[in-house]
């Protein structure tokens, strides 16, 4: 005969567990009797009521719960664990019945929440946590509903939104992490309710629509920045639904079709600015055959659509007729080859979700491998005059001759001359999104060789999944290689001139809404490169110009160089903001701590 025995496992609202037992002091999970499932106490196995320690087991051999009983009923402090053996939640039990403060964890050893439970009702102030440990809300419950001021947070610091519940219910207001207001509208407990406003930072609105039970609900609509209706359509259960009509910002319409449960269905068009139609296709569950032209009308573009992703063969027409290039897609991802007017191989590669990636090959018309190329990341696939072709490098020979002059003083050793090496950082910069490290070496007097890298992230402190919509967040690096030329400047520091040359590679994302579908966001890129050279005007503030010690070291540069910035014609908007000039104007300045290695101190001046 087998006893109920009550415990309680708390969740986020609560609920009752029961586990069984035996006249015994333990059970198992077979019948073999090799994984024991609890050990318990009872005080006489007449009337088996549990006395004392409780454990149970999970199937691995991990604890899943310990705690104690008082005549039969659960007493004191419980946890609960998970497979992995790592605490899952810890609290009070009161007569089966949460009493008192607990916690709750994350399988990675952070907590998750924690609180007041009276009753299976929590009480009082509780706080919950990101899985990396950072504060996410908090606020005061009255019987298990959220009262007075909650505040939620960034992962990474700041407000994010704010709320006064009244009886669970509240008007909520989010904020960008830079503190303009981003949408407001109502809640009830945690869920979205009734009309929520958008917003872009400039303050003005991006979209309005409702929610019903946290779920996107009826008529939304979309905004340009300058007013001008994006999108519009309805939502249900934050599916799109019926017909949606997309805009530019000139108020023509880009393309219109209709969802059936979330995916397009039927005949969908896509229209240039003139209202000539630029593509078009008929779905059926999501599926169907594009077909995409040039203006003249002209067939450009066909191939099969499955579940909202190229599959199959797709065909691209040079205008006049000619095959261009042709791809076998499987679920968005196939090899292109792409041919000259004549037919011959001109290119081959790997499309991925529209965009070409990997390492390209290039021909000649004779068949022969060219080379290879970096591919340009837009929604055409590679035209002829984006292609160049690889040209060897000349070799030039040393000049049998030299100039005779004065020497550069610089460069000239001299007795007892201070050498070492120079570490330095500044993490500081992390919250401008950069931080950068360096190794300087002064093997000759007055002349100092710095190898410098920078990672960047801006911004630095806020994970690539809280960056609010359409804003740009960056992420790379820089190599610099620099020559300083040191003049004294005074017993601790010393002025210096100099140039470098510094190679930057970044990627620029944005997280935006979907150019058909607005309420999924994707996240557009960039990619920028830059190499530049600059020259240098610095000065470096040291505890000892003759020996080891801590150091300063500030500068300024400016210079010009060269940028490869390249973006697809798609996300070309969310860039907007940002530099795109081949031929920057390179501006930098910098501020590093570190500390002197001296190889040698020398004797002062």
């Known amino acids: 005969m087998r006893i109920l025995i009550a415990y309680i496992v708390i969740g986020f609202l609560g609920c009752c567990h029961f586990v069984s037992a035996q006249h015994t002091r333990y059970t198992f999970h077979d019948e073999e009797k090799t994984h024991l499932k609890e050990i318990y106490h009872v005080q006489d196995t007449l009337s088996n009521v549990l006395e004392g320690k409780y454990l149970s087991y999970h199937i691995n051999g991990n604890i899943e719960s310990k705690g104690q009983f008082t005549n039969n009923e659960t007493t004191g402090q419980w946890e609960f664990y998970y497979e992995t053996g790592k605490l899952k939640m810890r609290g009070d039990l009161t007569n089966n019945s949460n009493d008192g403060y607990w916690e709750y964890f994350y399988e990675n050893g952070n907590k998750s929440m924690e609180g007041e439970i009276n009753d299976q009702k929590r009480q009082g102030e509780w706080k919950i946590y990101f899985e990396s440990g950072a504060l996410k809300e908090k606020g005061k419950f009255l019987d298990n509903k959220r009262e007075g001021h909650w505040t939620d947070y960034f992962e990474g610091g700041g407000i994010k939104g704010e709320i006064d519940y009244a009886f669970g219910k509240g008007r909520y207001t989010e904020y960008y992490p830079t503190s303009e207001k981003r949408a407001e509208g109502p809640k009830s407990d945690s869920r979205n309710v009734g009309i929520w406003k958008y917003y872009y930072k400039d303050g003005s609105i991006q979209a309005e629509g409702q929610y019903q039970n946290g779920k996107k609900s009826g008529l939304w609509k979309y905004y340009h920045h300058n007013g001008e209706l994006m999108a519009v359509g309805e939502f249900v259960n934050s599916e799109p639904e019926g017909k949606w009509v997309y805009y530019y910002e000139n108020g023509a319409v880009n393309s219109k079709g209709q969802f059936v449960d979330g995916k397009k269905s039927g005949y969908w068009g896509l229209f240039y600015e003139d209202g000539s139609l630029k593509g078009e296709s008929n779905f059926e569950n999501g599926s169907g055959a594009y077909s995409e032209y040039y203006k003249s009308g002209k067939l450009k573009v066909q191939g099969p659509i499955v579940d909202g992703k190229n599959h199959g063969v797709w065909k691209y027409y040079y205008e006049g007729g000619n095959l261009e290039g042709e791809c076998k897609f499987v679920s968005g991802r196939g090899e292109y080859y792409g041919y000259y007017p004549d037919g011959s191989l001109q290119t081959k590669g790997i499309i991925e979700e529209g965009k070409k990636i990997g390492k390209w090959e290039l021909y000649k018309n004779d068949g022969s491998l060219s080379g290879y190329f970096k591919p340009i990341y837009d929604n055409n696939l590679l035209k002829k005059e984006d292609l160049e072709e690889i040209k060897s490098t000349k070799k030039y020979g040393v000049a049998d001759f030299r100039f005779r002059g004065k020497r550069f003083r610089y460069f000239q050793s001299k007795i007892n001359e201070f050498q070492g090496v120079v570490a330095n950082a500044n ?126 070291d500030a500068f300024v540069s400016l210079g010009t160089g060269y940028r490869s910035f390249d973006v697809s014609d798609t996300f070309k908007d969310a860039f907007s903001d940002l530099p795109q000039n081949e031929v920057p104007l390179a501006f930098n300045f910098g501020l590093s701590f570190g500390y002197t290695f001296s190889f040698g101190a020398r004797g002062k001046k």
């Open 427 to 552: 993490p500081f910069f992390s919250f401008i999104g950069r931080v950068p490290v360096g190794m300087e070496f002064y093997l000759q007097e007055r002349l100092g060789h710095e190898f410098e890298f920078e990672g960047i992230r801006d911004p630095f402190f806020i994970s690539d999944s809280d960056v609010p919509i359409d804003e740009v967040y960056s992420r790379g690096y820089d190599i610099a290689i620099k020559q300083k030329f040191y003049n004294p400047g005074g017993e601790f520091g010393l002025w210096y001139f100099g140039h470098e040359i510094r190679f930057t590679n970044l990627s620029h994302f944005a997280n935006v809404s979907h150019v058909l579908i607005p309420d999924n966001v994707v996240r557009a890129s960039a990619s920028e490169q830059r190499i530049e050279y600059s020259v240098l005007l610095g000065y470096r503030l040291m505890q000892s110009t003759v020996s080891s010690g801590f150091t300063v």
